[in-house]
């Protein structure tokens, strides 16, 4: 069973770019989770799908930051204009429902803001 | 929200040795999770255990729900094992929801 998918791996650009990150996660997995980890620390939610519907995205700066699930299966997420302080790993994950159960992780794209 | 507390911070082995990291929570939970972050930052699950006892090869968890908290055990530890181990619960605050609460990480460095 293929494990959640995420493009690209890295990514350098300049502060004020677009950037977006995809994500394709695991079949049959309804729910998908956008975590962002800075240098040294875990991972924190960002924005959390259930099928196509976007049912936590407290901790999405909304000012800069978008994401979309379009028919329940991949993501984007996208930040635009970028800033220095974005730089950081940001993980995909996915789970069978919302709820306790187990997440698996993409291997994450590493951005850098310069 | 739930506060997820891990230590140590930082352990460095010799090839062959054994160890145990340990994660504290401030609340109770309904799941928690171990991970492996590898040095190219991929987080591979090593464990799930809402409660109870679980072993993998050279790896085995315990939770106590009750006293809020686990331990990872590794045992004869090789090289492949640095990194960093997080624990992560789903934070009861948001609800029945899979918003997962990660500790800092315990970093493992293992020398050959």
């Known amino acids: 069973e293929a494990g959640v998918v995420q493009s690209p791996r890295y990514k350098i650009i300049e502060k004020k770019q677009p950037v977006a990150f995809w994500c394709n996660p695991i079949s049959g997995h309804n729910t998908l989770y956008w975590y962002r980890q800075n240098l040294g620390q875990g991972p924190e939610l960002l924005i959390r799908y259930e099928n196509e519907e976007a049912v936590d995205d407290s901790q999405l700066p909304k000012d800069r930051f978008s994401a979309e699930r379009l028919k329940g299966v991949d993501s984007t997420l996208k930040i635009q204009p970028a800033e220095l302080g974005d730089s950081a790993v940001y993980l995909c994950?996915?789970?069978?429902?919302?709820?306790?159960?187990?997440?698996?992780f993409g291997p994450g794209t590493r951005l850098t803001v310069t | 929200g739930i506060q997820v507390e891990q230590s140590p911070p930082d352990l460095i082995l010799q090839e062959g040795a054994n160890s145990t990291l340990r994660c504290n929570f401030s609340?109770?939970?309904?799941?928690l999770q171990w991970f492996h972050q590898n040095p190219w930052g991929q987080l591979i699950n090593l464990f799930y255990i809402p409660s109870g006892t679980k072993q993998n090869g050279r790896l085995s968890a315990t939770t106590v729900a009750t006293e809020r908290y686990s331990l990872l055990y590794i045992s004869s530890s090789q090289t492949t094992d640095s990194g960093v181990y997080f624990c992560a619960a789903p934070d009861p605050y948001s609800g029945n929801t899979g918003k997962l609460i990660f500790g800092q990480g315990t970093t493992l460095q293992v020398k050959p």
């Open positions: 994950a996915s789970s069978v429902e919302d709820g306790p159960y187990e997440q698996y």
């Open positions: 609340d109770s939970v309904n799941n």
